[in-house]
């Protein structure tokens, strides 16, 4: 079974449409984040939520909404596609340990490739 | 200010010969973590190894190690016996108690083996 999985893999869309991108995680993690990969491959973190709570959030334009039903699931929401917004969405999650070093591998899902036209 | 720096954008290495990628980290948080990553031409991101500030010996995994010098503040990935399919995009990135565990990554290396 997939650890981290997304949904959809590919999403063409037109500017000024709404789209949403979908994570599930199964591996009990309590931490999910994500983040924006761009054409010269930089990966840029845009949230993180632990336990359904809101926990990073990077200047990201407001048109970005995440939301988390439960802590297996972060979705994403983005209003008004620009032509900017191409690029590439990682889901990953960690399991938060609170004491010593932190060793919290973050696992991420296949990505979806967005693309507005 | 940059917190994950990898300065080689573009590596080359002989199928069968080893070959390091550099990482060099800035913090002055002793509690932190270090990791690497592998994004092959199919996209999908694989964690490779991870290193604690606090570990005594460099961490292993198979063909990969880990080359951490503390006081210089570097990380390098060795892979040793370089494969075809080790030919990909390798990230750098490090993680901090005090910044709430949050990721930073590196820009990448892109390591091409040629037969």
């Known amino acids: 079974d997939t650890a981290v999985s997304q949904t959809p893999k590919y999403l063409v869309t037109q500017m000024g449409n709404d789209k949403s991108i979908k994570c599930e995680q199964n591996?009990?993690?309590?931490?999910m984040y994500w983040y924006k990969q761009d054409s010269k491959k930089f990966l840029k973190i845009m949230f993180s939520?632990?336990?359904?709570?809101?926990?990073i959030n990077e200047t990201v334009p407001n048109r970005f909404s995440p939301k988390s039903p439960d802590k297996a699931h972060l979705n994403l929401h983005i209003n008004s596609l620009e032509l900017g917004d191409s690029a590439v969405y990682f889901c990953?999650?960690?399991?938060?340990?609170?004491?010593?070093?932190?060793?919290?591998?973050?696992?991420f899902g296949p990505g979806t490739r967005l693309t507005v036209l | 200010a940059q917190k994950i720096t990898q300065t080689q954008p573009g590596m080359f290495v002989q199928e069968k010969e080893a070959v390091t990628l550099d990482c060099t980290y800035d913090t002055s948080d002793p509690s932190y973590g270090l990791f690497w990553y592998k994004q092959p031409s199919s996209g999908e991101m694989i964690f490779l190894i991870y290193?604690?500030?606090?570990?005594?010996q460099n961490a292993t995994e198979g063909r990969y190690s880990l080359n951490f010098q503390k006081a210089r503040k570097s990380a390098n990935l060795v892979i040793s016996a370089s494969q075809l399919g080790d030919s990909a995009m390798y990230f750098c990135?490090?993680?901090?108690?005090?910044?709430?565990?949050?990721?930073?990554f590196g820009t990448g290396t892109s390591l091409t083996v040629i037969p």
């Open positions: 990135a490090m993680t901090r108690r005090d910044t709430g565990n949050q990721f930073y």
């Open positions: 939520y632990n336990n359904k709570e809101l926990i």
């Open positions: 990953a999650s960690s399991q938060d340990y609170i004491q010593g070093p932190p060793t919290d591998t973050q696992y």
């Open positions: 591996l009990g993690h309590d931490t």
């Open positions: 290193q604690g500030s606090y570990d005594q």
